[in-house]
């Protein structure tokens, strides 16, 4: 017979899950391992809320597995590391994110690609080496091994370091692999959400011509004057749309709703492609034709490996680039995700977890 999850493991834990495709989360006891040898165990300050943990807390994607505690953006400070870790210690400012394993054996890991490990471990909602359950962030711990630490540098806040590692890596990594990230470039972004607003933020320190793609007009000075944009279109706006034909190198979709792509097409340069990092449920219309007019491409990306995400973050640290937050209390996380659905955010909500968990 199985174990309770609080049970499961020696170290007692406790965090929110949801328990059912509500996606309503609530408090929960759990558990997690001891400290092993090349483990490092962290007291979490702050937790990310993504909009895969929505998804996930829903069951949108069909393959949640319940009770299911999300978060994989969570940062804090090192309370206790294993007897071979060598690279960090008790008092250090770490954080995880959106994978806590993988094989380490394949061709993909060997290039530092956990992220496209067959094998790999998500932080939540996985089944671990051992056969039990990822727990995520929304909790008061962390335990994972040293390989999929990140350090945080000592000039970033943990509140907004924490959305670094996973919406702050997933459009770092499509902008350096596709060649975006050299001055001069033109580039794109789709949507103003919690991903595209870092988008631009790390397209502007590569030095890009950053054009923001919105279906609200009412962004374009955030987009312009805040974020620092140096253009905007409204895609529902076919005069915006039809000036701009040909302007781009380089698209990054950070869209999770179903939306046209032909549209985003026309706006590439010959030899342009449109990378796609936001998770629309389902398929988006694709014709052919307009790839084959201009050998236009269009790629995805997913998150990315752990050496380029300490990479992003340093990079993050170096320039400055923060996202912008909304800090909340633990017991707000499901107004949060009511307020996620709308899109009622600018532009990532941040659990407070250190100073509110216990007392929601």
Same mark, same amino acid.
């Given at each position: 017979?199985?174990?309770?999850?609080?049970?499961?493991?020696?170290?007692?834990?406790?965090?929110?899950?949801?328990?059912?495709?509500?996606?309503?989360?609530?408090?929960?006891?759990?558990?997690?391992?001891?400290?092993? @040898?090349?483990?490092?165990?962290?007291?979490?300050?702050?937790?990310?809320?993504?909009?895969?943990?929505?998804?996930?807390?829903?069951?949108?994607?069909?393959?949640?597995?319940?009770?299911?505690?999300?978060?994989?953006?969570?940062?804090?400070?090192?309370?206790?590391?294993?007897?071979?870790?060598?690279?960090?210690?008790?008092?250090?400012?770490?954080?995880?994110?959106?994978?806590?394993?993988?094989?380490?054996?394949?061709?993909?890991?060997?290039?530092?690609?956990?992220?496209?490990?067959?094998?790999?471990?998500?932080?939540?909602?996985?089944?671990?080496?051992?056969?039990?359950?990822?727990?995520?962030?929304?909790? @008061?711990?962390?335990?994972?091994?040293?390989?999929?630490?990140?350090?945080?540098? @000592?000039?970033?806040?943990?509140?907004?370091?924490?959305?670094?590692?996973?919406?702050?890596?997933?459009?770092?990594?499509?902008?350096?692999?596709?060649?975006? @990230?050299?001055?001069?470039?033109?580039?794109?972004?789709?949507?103003?959400?919690?991903?595209?607003?870092?988008?631009?933020?790390?397209?502007?320190?590569?030095?890009?011509?950053?054009?923001?793609?919105?279906?609200?007009?009412?962004?374009?000075?955030?987009?312009?004057?805040?974020?620092?944009?140096?253009?905007?279109?409204?895609?529902?706006?076919?005069?915006?749309?039809?000036?701009?034909?040909?302007?781009?190198?380089?698209?990054?979709?950070?869209?999770?709703?179903?939306?046209?792509?032909?549209?985003?097409?026309?706006?590439?340069?010959?030899?342009?492609?449109?990378?796609?990092?936001?998770?629309?449920?389902?398929?988006?219309?694709?014709?052919?034709?307009?790839?084959?007019?201009?050998?236009?491409?269009?790629?995805?990306?997913?998150?990315?490996?752990?050496?380029?995400?300490?990479?992003?973050?340093?990079?993050?640290?170096?320039?400055?680039?923060?996202?912008?937050?909304?800090?909340?209390?633990?017991?707000?996380?499901?107004?949060?995700?009511?307020?996620?659905?709308?899109?009622?955010?600018?532009?990532?909500?941040?659990?407070?977890?250190?100073?509110?968990?216990?007392?929601?």
């Amino acid at each position: 017979m199985a174990k309770a999850p609080e049970e499961e493991h020696p170290v007692r834990a406790f965090g929110w899950v949801a328990r059912d495709t509500s996606g309503v989360l609530s408090p929960f006891n759990f558990s997690r391992r001891v400290t092993e @040898d090349e483990d490092v165990r962290f007291k979490i300050f702050y937790c990310g809320i993504c909009h895969s943990d929505l998804h996930s807390a829903k069951n949108e994607w069909g393959n949640s597995s319940y009770p299911l505690l999300p978060g994989h953006e969570l940062v804090g400070v090192v309370t206790e590391v294993g007897s071979k870790v060598q690279k960090y210690k008790v008092g250090d400012r770490v954080g995880v994110g959106c994978m806590v394993g993988a094989c380490h054996t394949c061709e993909n890991c060997e290039n530092n690609l956990e992220n496209y490990c067959p094998k790999m471990i998500l932080t939540y909602n996985s089944m671990n080496y051992d056969g039990t359950m990822t727990y995520g962030g929304y909790s @008061d711990h962390m335990v994972a091994n040293q390989r999929y630490i990140i350090r945080i540098p @000592d000039n970033l806040p943990l509140d907004v370091a924490a959305p670094l590692l996973c919406a702050g890596i997933t459009t770092y990594s499509p902008l350096r692999y596709f060649g975006l @990230d050299k001055s001069g470039m033109k580039v794109g972004v789709v949507g103003l959400g919690g991903l595209g607003h870092l988008a631009v933020k790390f397209a502007k320190a590569f030095g890009a011509v950053v054009t923001v793609i919105s279906t609200s007009p009412s962004k374009k000075q955030e987009a312009i004057k805040v974020l620092g944009a140096d253009s905007f279109l409204v895609s529902s706006n076919s005069n915006e749309m039809q000036a701009a034909i040909g302007t781009l190198d380089g698209i990054i979709d950070t869209v999770s709703a179903n939306h046209p792509l032909v549209p985003l097409l026309s706006l590439l340069k010959s030899h342009g492609k449109i990378i796609m990092v936001g998770a629309p449920e389902k398929p988006l219309e694709l014709p052919v034709f307009p790839l084959i007019m201009g050998r236009k491409l269009v790629a995805g990306s997913c998150i990315g490996g752990m050496k380029e995400t300490q990479e992003m973050i340093d990079f993050a640290g170096k320039h400055n680039i923060t996202p912008e937050i909304e800090v909340v209390p633990m017991d707000y996380v499901n107004t949060a995700m009511e307020r996620l659905v709308k899109a009622d955010v600018k532009y990532r909500f941040v659990l407070d977890v250190a100073n509110t968990l216990n007392a929601a």
